[in-house]
Structure formats: C-alpha cells, structure tokens
C-alpha cells in the first residue's frame, strides 16, 4: 500500500488539467506514440468539439521513480466549469491528494479557489503547481505570490511545469510521489469500496467504478449494495488502465472498476458502499452530499413515440451523472415528457445533446426556471419550479426567488463594464478588493434567475474571456413574480410560459414575441404573437398571411371589380383563422431559450 497514490488533477477552466494528464500518461508510456492524441481521457464527443472535461476520468499510472522503486499512481482528471463542480467533489472523495494547477499567465481564479475548498473539506494534502509557463505573458512569480497570499499554501512545495511541452512533468510526479500520503486501510477487514462513478454498457450491464477503502474483492464474490440491499456476484474485477484491464482481486487502497451483471440502473447509487454479502462491514462510508438542483426545464420528445426510450435513456444518464434530477410531467401542447434538475445552463446543453446524441431522441426544451417559494394566504408555502403550477394570484400573500453569491475575477479596466452588467441583473450588495495588483474580485449578491438566462456569456463576451466567475446560494428573498404566457393565435403555448419578475416581464415578452415572428412561416392568414400576464397583454407582434394576386386576370376596367375580389380574399382569411391551427417548428422552442447575442 505504500507504493499507491491516489490524486486528482483540479483547477479553473482552461488551465490545462488534461494537457498534465496526457504528458503523464505519457512519460509512463501507458500509449504509443502511433494511439496518442490530445485530451486521451476526455471520451466524450461533446468533450473533444467543444475542448471541455465534462466527466472526471480514472487511469491508474505504473510510475518508475527517481529512486527506482515503482509505483501505483491512480490519477483522477476532473471538469473545471462550475456547472460540473459535483464531478469534482465525486472524484476528490476518492483520494488522498491533489494538485492544484494555475494558469502562469491568468493566475489565481474564481473556480481555482472553489476547487481549493472542496479539496480542504475533504482533508486532503494539496500540491500547487503553476502551468505554462512557456507562455510570453507567463509570470511564474507572480503566480507564487498569489498561492501564498491568496491561498495560503506552502510555496516551497509547489512546482512549475509546461504541460503542453513537458517541462517539468517529471518534477510533478516525483511531487506526488514524495509529498502526497499514502493511502490507509486494513486488507484483511470486511470489504468496504464507495461507488464514485458508474456508467451503462449494453452488453454487460452497469461498469461501477470504486475505490476501495478496506478488504480485498475478486470475481466471484458476493456484493452487496448497503443502501438496497440489493447482491450481485462479481465477474470481473480490474483497474483503468489504458484500457479496463481485469486483475486477480482489487486491495484496500486500489481505486479499480468493479462488473456484476448488474442490469437495474437504479440498484447502482454514486455515494453507496458495497460491502461482501457473506462478511459485510458494520457501517456505510458517509457517500456524497446530495446535491441541490438550481435549473429545472422539461424535455419532451418530439414524436410521442420516443417518450419510453426517453425514460430509459434518462434512467441511464442518471448513473452516469448524479447531479441529474427527473420527475414525469404533461403539456398540452407537447404531450408527456420529463421536468428535469440541472445544476446550471451548460450542464442542461451537455444532457440535451448526450440524450439527442447517444441515444437518438430529438428533444424540445421548455424556458428554464430555478425554483420559488409561494406564500400563500392560508399560510401554506409551496416551492414551485414550473409555470404550470403557478398558484392563483389572488391567494398569493408573498413570493420569494433564489439569490446567490457570485464571485467574480477579472482585470481592473472592466470593472465598470461588469458593475453595468451586475446592475441590469438586479445586483445588490457590491463589494470588491484587490487580490493583487491589476486584478480585481467582485462580490455581488444576484438573483439566480437572473444568472442563468445568459448572464455567464455577457460576462465572458465584455472582458473578452478575462472574467471568471463562480457563485454559491445564499437564501431566499422577496421578490414581484408573475407569470408571462406567450399566445399564438389566440392559444396558449404552455411550453412557453415563464415565471419572472415584474420589471422584467415586457422585456422577456417582446424578445419571446420577436423569436417566434422569425421562426414561425408564413400561413394563409395573419397570426398573432402576444405575451400576457394573466388578462393583459404586455408585448405583441404579427407574423404576415401569405397573400396571392387575386387581381391578377383583372385588367384595366373599373376598380370597384377588384376591391370587391381582394374583400372576398379577405373574408376568407378571417374565416379560415377561426379554425386553422398554427404549426409552431421546433426550433422556435430553442429560440426562445437563446439571449440577444446568440
């Protein structure tokens, strides 16, 4: 056991954790050059095209030290963006150890500090290491500066590398090895292995990936899952090498994946512990803390017939993503679907494209909420996070909506650009300080609403990518909601309902009605496009009938001849839009989900 070190990569987006991860796998020459290519773990689509870690990764690394004695390094590669922060909190739970990677040029940022805290909460020993430093605007001392007087960490055990050319990658491992402890654990207990991350195979069922913390497990033994109580015999046991390499038996201290034909998604729980049926352990480990969903959307799909693919599909991506939420929901426009939990905009995308992707469902989105609370006059309080429940507004007595703290880093000429953007979004309580000089970080109390329209991508656009930003909720304040129902023809569309502020009502309204008019074609009759709160009609616009040249065979002659045809057309139109359904495209959906600039 004192030849295994277990540790994770984390840092802010974009400061090249997969890079180190790639130089590692290869100064271990676990690849040949002829498979090697950039971001070896990120095996996602999504991932590569778009150039982010979405799911923490395990490898187990066979490291040769300087000393000559050969280790086992299992390396946890983690997500940076903060809508993947559960990923990291998952993966950290399985190891002793961390390094904290910060960008030589960007320094110390909003998520390089989150990641701090989730890696201190779980008492773990913390290695700085300051990234590209081949970069022209690298400042390798000022980065160090900011670890001790930001961070507070002990500079002389950090260490410089590039991970884009390799300089200094040994160093780093030499680092881990030396610095980091060893795991604990006795192999001769009852087995005790926590579920970090699983995910479905087709022909093999349920590939659960675990640590083990006590006790030795080898095909053929008998598991038991602590909070079913459902058992399984295993088939296979084996580490994440390269590729899943099957071992004799997995040890105390191993982190290591774990089949048993295990076919129910839902026996399979991140956070559970599996012990042996035979000789189980006393207690659980303590498992994950569940996590809160902040965005809640419904998915239906498009043809009806898709609706039990989209129950397993989703049943499926919940093990492989705990942060997801799902619970069955109607619209009568768009049938039975599902209202979904995210933890942000990016990870509502991620699932949107994974479930279109992997599993062929096309999907309509409905406008993201966060969730209220509703205090009604008979002193009920309901949390509602879909405008179809909205309660009446005359037994309302108070509302209140989600406020979060948000941490925001940036360079100090944006200061005013960001506190405008702050302001428009009803900031409150600003605050800021020079964490060093050139470099400003601003606090300001937001409502969530608010932040998960678009807020992140104004953000980037007016710092040109410089700014970054993190937040946590506070609490729950008062606030004006109503609820914007959007009309076609005449119908509501409840798909399109939203809950929001007063002030902001027309403002939504007139952008909702201005996507439809482009995506909605052109019918026979005119059709209109209202937003309303309840009987008033805040914002309206008219998509143009179609109109064919009757008066085409009329030549010359009296005008009184094509009035009366053009009146006989128009006649017609009226009649025809008493009865004619207006076909609303899928996209116009998504189009009222996307901001002014996109």
Known sequence: MNKIRNFSIIAHIDHGKSTLADRMIQLCEMVTAREFKDQLLDSMDIERERGITIKSQA????YKAKDGQIYELNLVDTPGHVDFSYEVSRALAACEGALLLIDAAQGVEAQTLANLYLAMENDLEIIPVINK????????????????????????????????????????????????????GDVNKPLKALIFDA???????????????????????????????????????????????????????????????????????????????????????????????????????????????????????????????????????????????FLGLLHLEVIQERLEREFDIPLILTVPTVSYHFYLQDGEMEIIDNPSYFPDPAKIERTEEPFIKASILMPERYMGVVMN?????????????????????????????????????????ITQ???????????????DLVKLDILVN??????????????????????????????????????AIQASIGGTVVARTNVAAMRKDVTAKCYGGDITRKRKLLEKQKAGKKRMKTVGNVDI?????????????S
Not at 469 to 478: C, G, N, S, V
Not at 490 to 496: I, K, P, S, T, Y
Not at 507 to 520: F, Q, S, T, V
């Open 199 to 341: 995910n479905y195979d087709p022909y093999r069922g349920t590939i659960i990936s675990c640590r083990i913390f006590e006790g030795r497990i080898k095909a053929g033994d008998t598991i038991l899952f602590m909070s079913n109580n459902a058992s399984y015999k295993v088939e296979e046991v084996g580490k994440f090498l390269f590729k899943k390499t099957p071992q004799k038996e997995l040890r105390a201290g191993q982190v290591g994946y774990i089949l048993a034909g295990v076919k129910t998604v839902s026996d399979t729980k991140p956070g559970d512990t599996i012990t042996l049926k035979d000789d189980p352990c006393t207690e659980a480990l303590p498992g994950f803390m569940e996590v809160q969903p902040m965005v809640f959307s419904s998915l239906y799909p498009i043809s009806t017939d898709d609706y039990e693919d989209l129950t397993t599909a989703l049943g499926k991506l919940k093990l492989n993503d705990a942060a997801l939420t799902y619970q069955k929901d109607t619209s009568a426009a768009l049938g039975f679907g599902y209202r979904c939990g």
């Open 133 to 184: 430093i081949d970069l022209p605007a690298a400042d390798p001392e000022g980065t160090l500066l900011q670890i001790e007087d930001d961070l507070g960490l002990d500079i002389d055990n950090a260490r410089q590398c590039s991970a884009k050319t390799g300089v200094g990658v040994d160093e780093v491992l030499e680092a881990v090895v030396h610095l980091l402890p060893p795991p604990t």
């Open 59 to 62: 490898i187990s690394l066979p």
């Open 465 to 479: 990518g410089y700014g970054s930003f993190d937040y946590e909720l506070i609490d729950y304040r008062p606030s």
């Open 585 to 597: 495209p899928q996209k116009a959906f998504l189009a009222v989900l996307k901001s002014e600039q």
């Open 490 to 527: 005449g119908e509501r569309v409840d798909a399109l309902s939203q809950l929001v502020h007063r002030e902001k009502a027309r403002e939504r309204g007139l952008h909702a009605c201005d996507r439809l008019k482009e995506e909605i074609p052109r019918h026979m009759f005119k059709i």
């Open 421 to 461: 953007l702050c302001m428009e979004r009803r900031g409150e309580n600003t605050t800021y300080h020079y964490p060093t000089p050139g470099r400003i970080e601003l606090s300001c109390e937001l409502p969530l609403a608010e932040v998960i329209y678009d807020f992140y991508d104004m953000l980037k656009s």
